[in-house]
Every structure is written in C-alpha cells, then in structure tokens.
C-alpha cells in the first residue's frame, strides 16, 4: 500500500511537472511570439468585421510624408482608424531627437478602441547604401553575407536596438533577393550574397534578431529582383526566369524567412513573365498563389511603393492600389500620403460596390492588426 501510494504520488508528481513544464513552453511561445509578430500573439477575428468599410479601406495603407511634422489630413486619418501605419524618410529625420519627437507624436494620436494598437512605423534600414538613421547595421548586406550568420546576427540585434530608441517598430529589411552578377542588387551590395543558400544563412539570421529586439523584418523583393538590371523606382523591370529558377532560387530564402517565423514579405514591383504580365504586387499567381499557398505564409505582405515608374504603365495610385489588394497584397505602400488617399478612396468605393471582396479585406487587415498588437510602441 505504501509503494503504491509512493507510485501515485510519483505519478502525480510527474504530471504537475509535465504541466509545468507545458504551460511554462506555451508562455514563452506566446512571449516570443509577441516580439517576432508572428501570428501567435492573436487579435479576436471579430475586430475587422466591426470595421466600417471606410476603417476597412485605410487599415490597408502604409503612406510616408514631408517634413518632421505629419499633415493635418493624415493626423485626421489616424484619428479616425483609416492608416495602418507610416513610412519615414531621410527628410522626416534630421536628427534621432527629431524622430522620436515626430513617432512619439503619431503614436499618441488617439484612435478608436478597436485599433488603438501601435500603428506602424517602418524605415528602410538596410545598411550600406540604405540607411536612414545613423547607426547599426553598421555593415552592407554584402558585407554581413561575407562574414557570415553570427556577425549577421549581431547586426540584426544592434540594428534592432538602434531602431528601437527613436521609435521605430518594423525595419523593411534585409533584402532576401539572390544576387547575381551585373544586376543591381548586386551592383549596389544590397544582396547577401550569390546563391540562395549564403542568403537564407545569413539575410534570415539578420532577421531573426531584429525580430527577437522587438522590431518586425521585413523579406524583399518578393518572389526575388536578384536578377534585374534596373531598379524598379526608376524603370519598368521584367525579370525573364523560368517558374523552376524562380521557385527553386530566388524564392528558397523565403521559405526559410517564413519557416523562422519572419513577419513580413514585400512583394516586387517588377514583372515576372513565367507567372504573369503583371507587376508582382498585382498579381494574383504570385501575391496569393506562389507567397500563400506554395509556401504556406500566413504573415503580413506589403506593396513595394507605388508611385515608382515600374507600374506607372498600370494607371495611378488609385488603379495601382486596388489592383494589388484584389491581388492579396495586405498592405499598400505609398511615399506620398495624398497618393494614399487616392488608392483609400478607390478601394472603398470597390467595397461600398461589391467590386472588391470584404472577407479577403477582413482576412488582410486581421493579419496586420495581429502584427500590431505583438509590436512595441513608441
């Protein structure tokens, strides 16, 4: 009788320790979660449907300003839950006082209940030649690709820390795209290196850190601008690889960002013929088909810019917004708030018109009202 209470005992003892042991795993998980914006941290389904189709539109644009104070207007859209967030620019920042006074400033903005998560506040901090504040990364991607997966590591944890003191809670970097010779990534020494192996090492171990100090990495140019010659701000750019090449290379360090937990995928505005004769951000066989169904990515995707010359061809901000939300592009990028305004208005009218789908707009403003609440603040 006594072994075998000594054995229930044991047995009981057991349990409670396999209970610990369980709940203390979930915390973290939830913890960790939180800092790399990944999904775990969960905002109830029901917020996006009690959006008006106004909150709907505006939840779904990112836009940048002139000047370190925000216009009127687009305080007013914060006001008003209509802007998911903002991108800030060389202009917006002639000092890291001037930045935190600025973000500080949007972020108190008062919202209604169901959006007063923090709005996001993205920079282009990639290093080397794309770099808005001073500070870490302290290296070119190239550089970090050279050294390898611990310095890359190290940079990513710095630059996290770095943007995180003015304010800053998502980073548009690194650049996942696989350099090839004479193509401007790596011309520019944007790439972390030539094969798609060196860059899933070394651009998601950048990326992991950054994400575990708290500020959103952000995968581009998806499905890959490693073998265009121009840049996509300033030329019409079609990347001629085949499916194979494309899915096989260019897209394998995606996979690994999004196996990692990577919050964010920017989708390029170059043209990839194999899957379409439209801009990656319009089209629906890469934005919806190859990012979420072939590689499974539940996390935010965001438009590279739309107001660059590579997708003037396909009508202004308004046509050019609502062609990459019916592609399932989540967010809209535009540097130019009033062009925002624009693509908002349009989208609206297609949700008031039945001409734009609700639920696939509910399910791309859930995904990045749950990166929000997993992201710091000002």
Not at 64 to 74: I, K, V, Y
Not at 311 to 337: I, K
Not at 339 to 358: K, P, T
């Amino acid at each position: 009788m006594a072994k075998l209470r000594h054995v229930r005992a044991a047995t009981f003892r057991r349990r409670w320790i396999a209970i610990g042991v369980a709940c203390g795993l979930a915390i973290a998980a939830f913890v960790f979660g939180a800092a790399l914006g990944d999904g775990t941290s969960q905002v109830p389904p029901s917020i996006a449907s009690r959006l008006s189709l106004a909150q709907l539109a505006g939840q779904r644009l990112v836009v940048g300003f002139s000047g370190t104070e925000a216009p009127r207007a687009l305080r007013r859209m914060i006001r008003r839950g209509e802007l998911a967030g903002v991108i800030l620019f060389d202009e917006n920042l002639p000092s890291r006082v001037a930045g935190r006074r600025l973000i500080g400033s949007l972020q108190a903005i008062r919202r209604p209940p169901q959006l007063r998560d923090p709005l996001l506040v993205m920079v282009d901090q990639e290093g080397g030649l794309v770099k808005r504040l001073g500070g870490a990364p302290t290296a070119s991607a190239r550089q970090m690709g050279a050294a390898g997966p611990a310095f890359a590591r190290r940079q990513g944890r710095l630059t996290a820390a770095n943007l995180r003191d003015v304010g800053f809670n998502v980073d548009l970097a690194p650049v996942l795209d696989v350099a090839r010779s004479g193509g401007t990534i790596a011309e520019t020494n944007r790439g972390f290196g030539s094969t798609a192996a060196q860059v899933s090492d070394t651009a998601v171990s950048f990326a992991a850190s950054l994400q575990a100090g708290g500020v959103a990495a952000t995968a581009k140019h998806f499905p890959g601008l490693g073998a265009a010659v121009e840049n996509t701000d300033f030329a019409v750019e079609r990347v001629p690889l085949s499916k194979a090449v494309l899915r096989t290379v260019d897209e394998a360090p995606y996979r690994r960002f999004i196996a990692d937990g990577g919050a964010m995928v920017m989708l390029s505005t170059a043209i990839y013929p194999a899957f379409s004769p439209r801009p990656a951000a319009f089209a629906r066989p890469i934005a919806s088909g190859e990012l979420r169904d072939r590689l499974g990515f539940e996390g935010v995707s965001i438009s590279d810019a739309l107001e660059s010359v590579a997708v003037r061809d396909f009508g202004g901000p308004a046509r050019a917004g609502l062609a990459a939300a019916r592609a399932g592009t989540d967010l809209l990028l535009f540097a130019d708030y009033r062009a925002g305004v624009r693509a908002g208005s349009a989208l609206l009218q297609a949700l008031r018109a039945g001409a734009l789908s609700r639920p696939a707009s509910e399910a791309a403003v859930a995904r990045a009202l749950r990166l929000r609440r997993g992201l710091p603040g000002a």
